[in-house]
């Protein structure tokens, strides 16, 4: 409440001056342009990069529990969220489901050998809260479920690659949604209790933990315009309602950690946020305003509490708090941290995971306030350039100096954290898609992690390592099986779900050998043409 009634005052003339627009009026809170340089010059932009990544550098690649394991009724396994959506029907293409997907349940030893062939050091995966806890409490410990994912970490280790395991990847138990859900502040108490259960069950062995993949999506998706499970549509409140709560609970699930497990089990743990990197549409002040609200909302809406001060990115608190006045509501549709909070929240992390794919362009918008939702309330209008090379997903262009820029924006806001880029990847593209031979896919993942390297190269960027999304070809939510991201082709019409290494397979084996591009004598400084 303090938050939103220190700005009351300001508004008394300003927001019921006739003659002034609801543009003007939130313009009138930030006026001035932003510290960071969003036009900056990226030395060698256009340039290729010659040199090799930092000794110990992490390379891995990536999968989740709904997306390839199936047996979604097996051996005591619950029901959970994307169980029922997908079962609903008309809410996915084809009406595709993960009742087997890539059937990794029955042939994880095959992913397995797929790891040991690429030579990767570490597979992030993520655990099936359902598969552990029949109904997502600790009254019904799946012992089958435990022992399943026993068996996938000894064998990880047993070839020489570290699990980075994910507690949570969009699959919450069903049951729980029953009781609200992320909507529920008991949510918290659930999530915490299942967190300790796996660091109790796997701990020994798990040295790099993330407690929740892409809190936007689980938040905007879920609980604000319903298109991804379990469907909610509360536009207006339920995405900062849920938000809120998953924060708490990540902040939870880390002290518990900190205080119970950190001292003998001697791992990290941390969050995975997404973003795409948001650049002014002009050098207009408005649209470079615009876009850093953009970044504000997308990444510092999870970013700012965990690695900044425990509390909301101040632009995000003005805009949210003045359109709910604006509305009629006399409390800001965005929740507060207590000051308690605030200190429990800050500082929960041991590194910043962070997914990459894809940049959009921002100019200002005025949305008005008929229609509240987060969407609205950034007042900026979104688009790509048509000349962007495409990918099989309409969201996704290749644009590769975007993981540069936002690798710098991490490191200017939050001061240069331990980087560990959790996703990055690209769909086959139409003329790819079905085919071994992926020279998309090796195009885009030669030059967005080339830019990871100029990031820490030539932008002194703390990067510690890179997840590939993904081993294989899954099932990609709401577009079911029709986009493939894999590394691996995989047969979804044939019972045995075999799985056949593409093009890429080749060049991210040869890549984790060099643990880069090497410089060699005749490159002189280390750049030249690919």
């Known amino acids: 409440m303090a938050t939103y009634l220190k700005y009351s005052f300001l508004w008394l003339f300003i927001l019921f001056h006739p003659k002034i627009s609801l543009l003007e009026k939130l313009q009138s809170l930030r006026h001035q342009s932003p510290a960071f340089n969003y036009h900056q010059e990226l030395p060698l932009k256009d340039d290729f990069l010659w040199d090799a990544f930092p000794s110990g550098f992490l390379w891995g690649t990536a999968t989740s529990a709904y997306q390839i394991e199936g047996g979604w009724n097996l051996d005591g396994k619950g029901v959970n969220i994307w169980d029922t959506f997908c079962h609903k029907g008309g809410k996915i293409t084809n009406n595709d489901t993960g009742d087997v997907a890539c059937d990794t349940y029955h042939r994880f030893k095959e992913d397995i050998n797929m790891l040991r062939n690429l030579e990767v050091k570490t597979y992030r995966f993520s655990l099936s809260w359902s598969r552990l806890l029949s109904n997502g409490t600790l009254a019904t410990v799946n012992t089958p479920g435990v ?20 507690l949570y990847h969009w699959d919450l138990p069903q049951p729980l949604e029953d009781l609200g859900g992320w909507l529920n502040p008991d949510i918290i108490r659930y999530f915490n209790d299942y967190a300790r259960f796996c660091f109790q069950q796997f701990g020994d062995r798990v040295k790099y933990w993330i407690t929740f993949n892409e809190p936007l999506v689980i938040t905007l998706g879920g609980y604000g315009s319903g298109f991804m499970a379990p469907g909610v549509q509360q536009p207006a409140e339920g995405s900062y309602k849920a938000a809120h709560n998953l924060i708490r609970a990540h902040a939870e699930a880390w002290h518990t950690y900190d205080k119970e497990f950190r001292g003998s089990q001697k791992g990290k743990v941390s969050i995975t946020l997404s973003s795409d990197w948001c650049e002014p549409f002009t050098t207009k002040l408005e649209d470079v305003l615009a876009a850093n609200r953009a970044m504000e909302f997308m990444l510092g809406w999870f970013a700012q509490p965990i690695y900044g001060d425990g509390d909301y990115p101040d632009v995000m608190k003005e805009y ?15 929740p507060e941290f207590t000051k308690a909070e605030k200190k429990k929240i800050s500082g929960t992390f041991d590194f910043f995971g962070i997914n990459h794919y894809t940049t959009d362009l921002i100019e200002n918008h005025d949305r008005g306030i008929s229609h509240p939702s987060w969407d609205n309330d950034q007042n900026i209008a979104s688009h790509q350039n048509s000349s962007w090379p495409p990918s099989g997903s309409s969201w996704l262009r290749e644009v590769p100096w975007g993981m540069r820029k936002l690798l710098i924006w991490i490191k200017y806001k939050y001061g240069n954290p331990d980087v560990i880029v959790t996703e990055n990847g690209v769909s086959d593209d139409d003329e790819h898609r079905g085919s071994l031979l992926d020279t998309q896919r090796i195009r885009y993942l030669t030059n967005y992690i080339n830019n990871v390297l100029k990031a820490i190269k030539l932008d002194g960027c703390s990067v510690a390592g890179y997840t590939l999304w993904s081993l294989m070809d899954n099932f990609e939510w709401t577009s079911g099986f029709t986009e493939t991201f894999g590394l691996h082709r995989v047969n979804f019409t044939d019972p045995l779900r075999p799985r056949n290494a593409k093009a890429s397979v080749a060049f991210y084996r040869q890549l984790i050998r060099n ?7 005749d490159q002189g400084q280390g750049l030249g043409d690919l």
């Open 147 to 166: 022992q399943f994912y026993k068996n996938l970490i000894d064998g990880l280790l047993a070839t020489g690659i570290q699990p980075m395991v994910s």
């Open 320 to 334: 949210v708090g003045i359109k709910s006045k604006m509305e009629g509501r006399n409390v800001s549709r965005l």
């Open 515 to 521: 643990n880069g591009w090497p410089r060699s004598a």
